[in-house]
Structure formats: structure tokens, C-alpha cells
């Protein structure tokens, strides 16, 4: 079956006791034995497993081309689950892109990982410094995030996977921003793609959930599912059957979330109060080569920076009209975000720094809105 196909059936099955053609929401926290013991549809207690979640993990391993998924309450308990997760024999040395989701230095900073484990910051997109900060030291995780947040710095996710595997590393991608509508991180190589489906999987900026999909059986897939099991960071059936709703336009939702960000990108390229756009898709873009050979289009966020600095950029984000001022992404809805003040004390993004999550919105409508509100 190709991906579109997937998206609507794969995991789904008709309701064998009312022939529901949806999916019911399996609300039960228990399951009852049979008298010798047994447990006649494999369910047990419902934070070991459910009906709901089995079935999103089911599809979500389809559309990665995967070998099984393992979901959590949210992106950063997948995140913070899977780090936990690697196996005793393997350094706790983690080298991690500079440019990436926050909430992971706020997880090194505040938490017992950052007690716990070595991370190392580098640039992704030079393969040189990559090589050199995986075998500086025993290395046992690569952490990539392709296009990256919020600066959307490209990672060659293929080379990047055959340095942490000859360094005898497990690679992980942080997928959520491109989903494997546009990129298939197991098939370049990683050991794992990992998801905010909080973000487009979703779709509808209605839940909280995170995804690791393992593209082998490994020790690490056998950790992180006694964490989700045992530790119990797991998502509600609801959320889960939200996201399986969700999941069935991701393709759909794809198409149009790229097409209008690629004209977007256009458009702000060419206004005279922009200082710089960054978007994978643009020809010029120092990714866009790497981006070209390994996603499919090239995705619905961007960046970029405006002429006068944070003052003039809050400033376009005030006047914004249709664009609603709030953090997150991959909703229907077009979202705009000065960035920097997000990302407090561990800031990386320039203080003149937007960031947009193009929603599928006519896109005539959101370029109306944002040359009115860089006019005024
Ligand atoms: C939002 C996001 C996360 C965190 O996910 P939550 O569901 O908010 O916990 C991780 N990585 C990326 C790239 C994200 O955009």
C-alpha cells in the first residue's frame, strides 16, 4: 500500500462486536481474565496496553516503514523516554545538534538527564565537526533534528546515521517537522524517528503526544517499551484516537501546508523589510541540496528575521491578523512566534527572529495578512 493509503487504514480494524466502522475509544483501565487465567484478547490494564494506542502504534510503524512504535503522553516524554532508554553497555555521551527544539537544553539543564548524561552540541550540517564530536569520545546516541527549530538548518541524515553506526552509536531523528509524508529517517538509516504528534500528525492542535518508531528489534526498543509500560508516561486512549483521526489527512494537510510556505518564502524574500528568510525549499537555502535529496517537498514551517530587530519583529507579530500569535505548529491554522522570548534564558534564535507555522489556509489570505502587518 503507498502512504496515502496507509494513512486511512493502516492499525484500523472494523469493531468485531458491533461492526463500528470507526474506532470506538477504549475508556476501560482494566480487562477481565478468563477463568483459567488467560486474557483472551491480550489486554491486561490499560497503561500496559489499550485497543486505542495499539492501534495508532500499528499505523504510525506503517508510515515509517518501521519494525513497532512506542507512543507517550507527549512529545517530550518520548524524548526524555528514549534518552533513558539506552542500554548500560553504551556511553551516556549524547551528541545533539545545536539548532533544536528547546525543551530538550531545558531537559539537560533541569532535569536528572542532564545529571546523567553528557551532551555535546554541535553543527549538523558540517560532517566534519559531526565526525569529529562523535569519536572525541565514546559516543552511545546521535540526536538529529532535520529541518531543524527554529533556524531550519539541514542534517544529512544519512551520513550523520552511517557516523554514529560505525561509532557503534544508536541515531535517533527528531521527525516532527518534516513526518514521513516528506521523510523517511529509518530508510536513510536511523535507528529511530521520533515525533511530537502533538504537531502535524494531529494536526489540530487538540492533543499532547510523542512517538518513538525503532526501525529494528534492539535493546534499546526493548528499554523504551518497559519505560513506557513501567514508567508510565503513556498517552489517554483519547488523545491516541485523535491522533489516528488526525493522521488519515496528514498527506493531504502535507501538500497544502508545503505549498503555501514555499510562496510564503517567496514572498518574504522578496519584501524589503525582511533581513532574511529561512526555508529548506528556497533555492539558495545552505540546506536545500541535502533537503532535495532526502524529503520529498519541503515542509510548512519557516523562519525569518526582521529589518530593526526584536522591537520591529514584536511589532509584526501585533499586527498580524489572521496569523494567531502562539507557540507550536502543524495545526490547520497558521501560527506566528517571536521566537527568542519562547525560548527564554536557553535562547539560540536571534532576537529579530519570527518563526511560522504556515497553516492550509488560503494562501492569499496569509500573504494579505503578513504584508499588512510588515507595512502597517
Ligand atoms: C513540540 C516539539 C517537541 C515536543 O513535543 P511535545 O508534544 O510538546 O512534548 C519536540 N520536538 C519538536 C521538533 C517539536 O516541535
Redesign the pocket.
Known amino acids: 500500500m503507498r502512504l496515502e493509503t496507509k494513512a486511512i487504514h493502516a492499525g484500523r480494524s472494523i469493531d468485531p462486536s458491533t461492526s463500528a466502522v470507526t474506532m470506538p475509544i477504549h475508556l476501560s483501565s482494566t480487562y477481565e481474565r478468563a477463568g483459567d487465567g488467560s486474557y483472551p484478547n491480550e489486554y491486561i490494564y490499560s497503561r500496559i496496553n489499550n485497543p486505542n494506542r495499539r492501534a495508532l502504534e500499528d499505523c504510525l510503524t506503517s508510515l515509517e516503514e518501521g519494525f513497532d512504535t512506542v507512543t507517550f503522553g507527549?512529545?517530550?516524554?518520548?524524548?526524555s523516554s528514549l534518552i533513558e532508554s539506552l542500554p548500560a553497555d553504551k556511553p551516556r555521551r549524547v551528541v545533539m545538534p545545536d539548532d533544536?527544539?528547546h525543551?530538550?537544553r531545558s531537559l539537560l539543564t533541569d532535569t536528572d538527564i542532564g545529571t546523567n548524561y553528557d551532551a555535546v552540541f554541535v553543527d549538523m550540517t558540517d560532517l566534519t565537526k559531526v565526525e569529529e564530536a562523535i569519536n572525541a569520545a565514546p559516543t552511545g546516541l546521535v540526536w538529529m533534528?532535520s529541518p531543524s527549530?527554529p533556524q531550519l538548518k539541514v542534517t544529512d541524515i544519512q551520513a550523520v546515521a552511517k557516523l554514529a553506526s560505525d561509532a557503534g552509536a544508536y541515531s535517533v531523528v527528531?521527525n516532527?517537522?518534516a513526518t514521513p509524508v516528506l521523510q523517511k529517517p529509518l530508510s536513510l538509516g536511523a535507528d529511530f524517528s521520533?515525533h511530537?504528534?502533538?504537531?502535524y500528525i494531529g494536526g489540530h492542535s487538540d492533543l499532547?503526544?510523542?512517538a518513538v518508531i525503532a526501525k529494528t528489534d534492539s535493546p534499546m526498543l526493548a528499554r523504551l517499551k518497559a519505560a513506557q509500560q513501567a514508567k508510565g508516561a503513556v498517552p489517554s486512549p483519547f488523545d491516541c484516537w485523535l491522533a489516528l483521526r488526525g493522521v488519515q489527512t496528514l498527506p493531504l494537510r502535507m501538500a497544502t501546508h508545503c505549498s503555501n510556505a514555499s510562496a510564503i518564502a517567496d514572498f518574504l524574500k522578496q519584501h524589503p523589510n525582511v533581513e532574511a528568510v529561512h526555508y529548506p525549499g528556497l533555492p539558495e537555502h545552505p540546506g536545500h541540496q541535502v533537503a532535495a535529496k532526502q524529503m520529498s517537498s519541503f515542509g510548512g514551517m519557516l523562519s525569518f528575521q526582521v529589518k530593526g530587530g526584536q522591537e520591529a519583529a514584536m511589532a509584526v507579530t501585533a499586527k498580524a491578523k489572521l496569523f494567531i500569535r502562539a507557540t507550536?505548529?502543524g495545526g490547520t491554522h497558521s501560527l506566528i512566534e517571536h521566537r527568542a522570548s519562547l525560548e527564554g534564558v536557553h535562547a539560540v534564535a536571534p532576537d529579530n527572529l519570527l518563526r511560522v507555522s504556515v497553516g492550509i489556509e488560503h494562501v492569499e489570505d496569509l500573504k494579505e495578512d503578513l504584508l499588512q502587518a510588515l507595512e502597517g
Open positions: 507527549s512529545g517530550m516524554a518520548a524524548i533544536m527544539y525543551g530538550i533534528e527549530n527528531d516532527t517537522w521520533l511530537s504528534v502533538t504537531k499532547l503526544l510523542g507550536s505548529l
